[in-house]
């Protein structure tokens, strides 16, 4: 049974081969391949987003970096403990996170930010055993429902007994499934997701991992 929770040469996806290698023709700068998880590897707290940015995480290889949806995470990882510094630039900046990882539910950019169906379906292996590896009473950050829904599928459970709502805790057995808005830039220019309301993610997902 393969147990990878990344590879670097994944072009499972033929639509996000296609468009990677487009995107990296216009940007030949750009790290356009699969993102890497990035953190901890025995972190027992687990941030799950959707998928690289355009011009983030995909332009840096490493996941909400480089562009407007890591600013508010970065800060409020270094104000929990979890982050070396409180904005996260490029991968040789130095940054360390403790006890935390970042991973998306996909990992290669899709057009317009909206992954299909047969490609959250197609990368859920890799999030399958990427919680499948988790140390013992974890935590897992879903932002936003698609990254919820890719967690629930990956664990083979039923969506509809467990919904997606801003702040849930899920009881999944194996860990807990905090849910949250996604920290994208529509989101906080909207104030869906408010800087106070990330931070009270933050301070529930704290004081679940320190109890
Ligand atoms: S999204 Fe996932 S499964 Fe699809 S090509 Fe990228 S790494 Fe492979």
């Known amino acids: 049974m393969d147990t990878a929770i990344f590879d670097k040469d994944c072009r499972a996806c033929p639509r996000l081969a296609t468009f990677l290698d487009t995107v990296n023709d216009r940007y030949p700068d750009y790290y356009c391949r699969p993102v890497p998880p990035f953190g901890d590897m025995d972190a027992r707290f687990l941030i799950v987003g959707l998928a690289p940015g355009m011009h983030g995480a995909n332009r840096t290889g490493r996941p909400f970096t480089g562009d407007h949806a890591g600013i508010l995470l970065y800060t409020m990882l270094h104000k929990f403990g979890f982050s070396s510094n409180p904005e996260s630039i490029s991968t040789d900046d130095g ?28 990368c859920n292996s890799y999030l399958a055993n990427e919680l499948a590896s988790l140390p013992t009473d974890s935590i897992v950050l879903a932002l936003g429902g698609i990254a919820h829904r890719a967690i629930i599928k990956a664990l083979g459970r039923r969506q509809v007994e467990f919904k997606f709502a801003h702040q849930a805790l899920h009881d999944l ?13 529509y989101n906080t220019n909207t104030r869906r997701l408010t800087t106070a309301m990330f931070e009270s993610v933050f301070a529930q997902a704290r004081a679940l991992l320190d109890s």
């Open 95 to 122: 940054l360390k996170l403790t006890g935390c990882r970042i991973t998306n539910a996909v990992k290669c950019l899709p057009p317009d930010n909206k992954p299909v169906g047969a490609e959250i379906n197609g």
């Open 173 to 185: 057995g194996a860990f807990r499934l905090l849910d949250s808005y996604h920290c994208s830039r």
